[in-house]
């Protein structure tokens, strides 16, 4: 080999490699993949993020040869299998969300929202319209805002009213013909259905405007209503939180986009349509913004959402919306009286609770999440949405047994009472953990990602 290489990329010294055995090796490798956590190792309430349980079947079916060894460059006629997948994936979002048509090109929510934005700026233009604005409600989750703005929009923020919904009089006041829709989630992020959805709706169509709806909590609605049957224009839907693929620590994502009749014209292309019983990718689309990503998205994501569908069925994706809101509300009616719950008596699919009491004693949201570690589990998203004071977001998902609530609960109970008994023993925590508190703005602004060797 070393005859083949011109001597100036050669190596003076051979490389420090390690040299180990196989069972080194092995315990390394099998070591390292127990320091991440995941669903499949316990708890994960990690609110608005949906870590549900993704069942395996999903894994399987993505790595059947045919769909693997498929390439987007190949002709359509040899495509034919997983066009259909995804021409029927689209039909089953339909049908669950009550939309007229559906990309399957975003790679994630916030790439979604993006889409919609685009698709209401080529609508607004297609019309002569010039609108400048985005109303969203302060409870937004942070990707909300910053999709419109990336768009070009400006972005008005309206305040929640005391029962943590969108305010419909302030709405009509903001509202005007320069906003070119309202971006509004639904359930929100409070855990709270917006009931004033049909209002709020008419308030945006009458101006003019159109209603952008972020659908990451779509799991609460699974099988019992549709944004598209409540005025939505546009809907974004996470595959990998309601759909169950597997996410976290950045892995692929996709975040389908939903639209009415009269905006389709918008969507990227190319669409799967049918001709003549093939499946076929139809560029004709003059009004549409175009592509937002190569080849047909994430595909691998796709084929996991269609099988966690079809295993379900009607019934079964029904009953996954069910006791996605039973075992919230379970856990919030468990810790009402320990944890302050600032918004709604009864929630959906999740619930805020905000340590402001616990605070006042010198233990804050982030103490009780880092103590959380300590007994094994996810921390809950903590400080957002920001309108909720020592904020912890706590999603269980349908997937938990009544056993791993009934533990977790447990946890939090005695949490609240350590925090009254010996709130001192909150500090330097947690300690089970690999690494303690990072400096998370350096972790995350100068990230450490080369392995030195000793
Ligand atoms: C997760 C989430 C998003 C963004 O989705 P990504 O796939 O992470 O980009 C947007 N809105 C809400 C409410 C979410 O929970």
């Not at 993020?49 to 693997?68: H, I, Q, S, W």
């Not at 709604?344 to 949201?365: D, N, P, R």
Request: proline share 6%; net charge neutral.
């Amino acid at each position: 080999m070393t005859q083949l290489l011109p001597q100036n990329l050669l190596r003076e010294n051979p490389a420090r490699l390690p040299e180990v055995a196989e069972i080194d090796v092995v315990r390394h490798f099998t070591r390292l993949s127990q320091l991440n956590y995941c669903v499949d190792t316990n708890f994960y309430p990690l609110g608005s993020c949906t870590m549900k349980y993704n069942p395996k079947v999903n894994e399987d079916a993505t790595r059947l040869d045919g769909f693997t060894k498929v390439h987007p460059y190949q002709p359509v006629e040899q495509c034919q299998g997983v066009l259909e997948l995804l021409y029927h994936l689209e039909q089953m979002l339909k049908d669950i969300s009550g939309m007229c048509a559906f990309t399957l090109q975003p790679a994630a929510g916030a790439h979604g929202e993006l889409t919609g934005m685009l698709i209401i700026r080529a609508f607004m233009d297609n019309k002569g319209e010039k609108r400048n604005t985005i109303v969203i409600p302060d409870s937004a989750h942070g990707t909300n805002p910053a999709s419109a703005a990336l768009c070009g929009y400006a972005v008005e923020s309206i305040k929640s009213n005391a029962g943590g919904l969108v305010d419909t009089e302030k709405l009509k006041a903001s509202f005007t013909r320069d906003t070119a829709a309202i971006m509004i989630t639904n359930p929100n992020t409070l855990g709270l259905f917006e009931k004033d959805i049909l209002e709020i709706c008419k308030i945006a169509h009458d101006a003019g405007g159109l209603v952008y709806c972020d659908g990451a909590n779509m799991n609460a609605l699974l099988g019992i209503a549709r944004p598209g049957d409540m005025g939505v224009d546009i809907l974004h839907l996470n595959l990998h939180k309601t759909f169950s693929t597997p996410h976290g620590g950045g892995g692929p994502g996709a975040g389908p986009i939903g639209v009415t009749d009269e905006l389709k014209r918008f969507l990227p292309a190319p669409r799967i349509e049918i001709e003549q019983g093939k499946y076929t990718l139809q560029y004709n689309y003059p009004d549409s913004i175009g592509r937002v990503r190569a080849f047909y998205g994430h595909v691998g994501m796709m084929i996991r959402a269609y099988t966690y569908l079809l295993s379900l069925g009607k019934e079964g994706v029904q009953r996954a919306g069910e006791f996605a809101v039973l075992n919230a509300n379970y856990l919030r009616h468990k810790l009402k009286g320990h944890y302050d719950i600032p918004y709604g008596t009864t929630c959906m699919h999740e619930f805020v609770i905000s340590a402001k009491k616990q605070k006042k004693m010198g233990v804050s949201a982030l103490d009780i999440a880092k103590k959380l570690l300590d007994y094994g589990y996810h921390a809950p998203t903590i400080y957002f949405p920001l309108i909720v004071e020592e904020a912890l977001m706590i999603e269980p998902t349908e997937t938990e047994s009544r056993e791993t609530l009934d533990a977790f609960v447990a946890a939090m109970l005695q949490i609240a009472a350590d925090v009254e008994q010996r709130p001192e023993s909150f500090r330097g925590l947690p300690q089970a953990t690999p690494i303690g508190r990072p400096d998370e703005v350096k972790a995350a602004r100068e990230p450490k990602l080369k392995w030195e060797f000793k």
